[in-house]
């Protein structure tokens, strides 16, 4: 019997609580998928790069090795240097020091020759090598964060991490007069990176100014120190 009143029904379009649960749940994965693509960046200085493959890190310890071994044999005309264990602190190293130290490693290192007023600072890193132009004077480990420094990074691809960084949306891509793509963020500017002929190698040229970073990084001036 019809009493009159309405019968009550349920929206045939009202979602169910376990597609709300799903559609939640993709979008949280893609806020994460697009953290994770903008924190992706060339590395910082001084600062270990992540996945980098095991040899690389065997290369930094060949590195450190070698520069204990040029610091104990004197360099020529300091004599008076004592050996220093491996991993210890960075070194100051003449300019024929390096030439010898990248000729006998398994890669390069990069550098800007040599500069006056300035000591050189070698470091060998799990990671690579870094060579710092320190004020002419400076003891060897100085925190002066604000120098031209010189980076040297082994990777299995280095083109192909650097061809990622150029993707981010801030990328700062350049060519040099060699046909070299050269490239740095509007995020971090003061570093400029760039890839060996070889594909051996990445190199970032990290100064104070970020108008001096990426015209030496353009030159022809940062070369291996051979």
Known sequence: MNSGKPEKSEPKDKPAKDEMTRDEGKKEEATAKAAEAKSSAAPKLREPRKGLLPWGIVVGVILAALIVWLVARGGGEDSSSEPVSA????QLVSAEQL?????RGDTPIYWAGEMEGTEI???????GTQVRYLPE??????SISKTLTIGTYPLQ??????QGYAQRPDAIVKTAADGREVISSTENPTSVYFVSPDNSVQIEVYDPSAQEAMSLALSAEVQPAD
């Open 157 to 162: 691809d280095p083109s192909a991490s650097l």
């Open 121 to 127: 600072e070698l470091s060998a890193l799990p990671t």
């Open 99 to 103: 030439r010898e130290a990248s000729a």
């Open 87 to 90: 991993g210890a602190a960075p």
């Open 137 to 142: 004077g400076s003891e060897a480990g100085a």
